[in-house]
């Protein structure tokens, strides 16, 4: 077996991941924002909740999350496939780092912004969405751009709920031919190169909000 | 006498241990231009925050166009509903120091966004009404820029028209040239000067610009320790004030 015949199960592995880096990436900034606007309510149980979804998943292991739900909860009766498992642990390890990025970015917005906002009478929901929200996401796209590749690299971890991504497809191979070596390096670069078309993908949404949102910032006339 | 638009009746606000209002009272009919003087932490620019709803009072009697702020079953710091405190920031606007513009937005929708959003105003006429107001603080020409291609005075007058745009029978000043350079003052004035004539248009004025403040204004009020020291008709309050920290208080800025 030469190196170009790796390429096979490795590409089909990089495949599994790619989507489910994907997946997750997506639902895990949808629950960042749900989580982190709710960790900024003014309504404690509403705080509260997303404070405790937020603990809990920063404060435990990845590999321990993918065990639990998916050797743990069935045995409560609630059982998914391990693709689904691995999404769904994904988006809300994600979810739970991402929250505290949009809390934080819209806590960055000054207090000012908010007082002007109050001024003009405009409602809480309005000065969210179209006074903080634009000026604070923004800020975010950096953070989130770095918990995109987190996340990507995560993904090695769901090979060992038995899903065939590419460290999994890496271990098989290693198991069959010994080459070491050369398999490793190879997925080594397969992850990097993901990991690149992650970063550009993130920079270009970045640029485009800045472009949608755009408002120089330096000051001249 | 007809009932004052604003009448504070022994209000008292803290903070923590801090009393910044102290049992004051303060009455100001509808169309008056009223200038609050003082040193820092008198509680001057707290009248004009409360007044806002930016902050909540702990004790005494609001109102303002009739409505009192405090409802009797209100609940939370503001002893209000946010229906109730909305009612009441619908007759006031206000211009901040620091001119707080949305710097995301173009100078036209900084001023078109609350009428059309708050008051349900057809785009097209908000952004007459606001290529109108543009004009009026001389600025039509910047109304696509965005606040951080404006100076500090351009950006203030801006506000002021944001402030206009939604048609406040009170208009209050928050230090409103404090942060600008000197030489971008006066464009400001300039503009306050115009709103002053005004003849329904209630006008609370925190400055530290005396001269404007003695030009512009039907009473002049000083303030010290949370408590109205003295005030008066200005001619009158700056040739010839009576009480002896009211003179020591002039004699500094005027000197100083």
Redesign the interface.
């Known amino acids: 077996m030469t190196w170009s015949q790796y390429l096979v199960p490795l590409l089909k592995g990089a495949q599994i991941t790619v989507m489910i880096s994907l997946a997750s990436i997506v639902l895990g900034a949808i629950i960042a924002f749900v989580a982190g606007i709710a960790r900024t309510s003014a309504n404690p149980v509403i705080s509260g909740i997303a404070f405790t979804y937020v603990v809990l998943f920063r404060g435990t292991p990845l590999l321990v999350q993918l065990f639990w739900f998916y050797y743990a909860l069935p045995l409560v009766g609630v059982s998914f496939d391990p693709i689904t498992t691995g999404i769904m642990v994904l988006s809300l390890l994600t979810g739970a780092f991402g929250a505290e990025v949009v809390r934080g970015a819209l806590l960055a917005v000054p207090p000012q912004q908010h007082e002007a906002a109050r001024a003009l009478n405009f409602s809480k929901s309005y000065t969210l969405w179209h006074i903080s929200m634009p000026q604070a996401i923004i800020e975010m796209m950096p953070a989130f751009g770095n918990l995109a590749v987190q996340n990507l690299k995560d993904t090695a971890l769901v090979s060992l709920i038995s899903i065939a991504d590419l460290t999994f497809q890496a271990q098989s191979l290693r198991n069959i031919t010994l080459d070491s070596a050369t398999v490793y390096t190879l997925t080594l670069l397969g992850y990097f190169i993901i990991a690149l078309c992650l970063m550009v993908i993130m920079r270009l949404i970045e640029m485009k909000l800045r472009r949608g949102a755009a408002f120089p910032r330096s000051a001249h006339s | 006498m007809t009932t004052p638009i604003i009448r504070f009746q022994d209000v008292t606000k803290r903070f923590g241990a801090l009393t910044v209002l102290d049992d004051f009272n303060f009455d100001v009919r509808q169309g008056e231009k009223v200038t609050l003087i003082g040193p820092s932490g008198s509680g001057k620019s707290t009248v004009l925050r409360i007044l806002?709803?930016?902050e909540p009072f702990q004790e005494g009697n609001l109102e303002l166009a009739g409505l009192s702020y405090h409802e009797p079953q209100g609940r939370g710091e503001f002893k209000a509903s946010?229906k109730h405190l909305?009612r009441i920031?619908?007759n006031?606007?206000?211009v901040?120091q620091?001119f707080?513009?949305?710097?995301?937005?173009s100078v036209l929708r900084n001023i078109v966004?609350?009428p059309v959003?708050?008051l349900k105003m057809k785009r097209d006429e908000a952004e007459g009404r606001a290529v109108e107001l543009l004009r009026m603080v001389g600025l039509l020409d910047k109304k696509d820029h965005?606040?951080?291609?404006?100076?500090g005075g351009?950006q203030q007058r801006v506000a002021i028209a944001?402030?206009l745009a939604?048609r406040p029978r009170v208009l209050l000043f928050d230090e409103p040239t404090s942060a600008l350079d000197p030489q971008l003052v006066g464009e400001v004035l300039g503009v306050i000067r115009g709103l002053a004539h005004e003849h329904d248009l209630t006008m609370l004025l925190v400055t530290h610009e005396m001269r404007f403040a003695r030009e512009v204004s039907d009473r002049v009020c000083f303030f010290d320790k949370g408590r109205i020291v003295e005030q008066g008709e200005p001619e009158r309050f700056f040739s010839n004030p009576e009480q002896p920290r009211t003179r020591e208080f002039l004699s500094s800025v005027l000197n100083g």
């Not at chain 2, 707080?100 to 937005?105: K, T, V």
């Open positions: 806002m709803t930016l946010e909305h920031r619908s006031v606007g206000m901040f620091s707080n513009l949305f710097p995301h937005m966004e609350a959003a708050v965005y606040p951080s291609q404006l100076s351009q944001r402030a939604m």
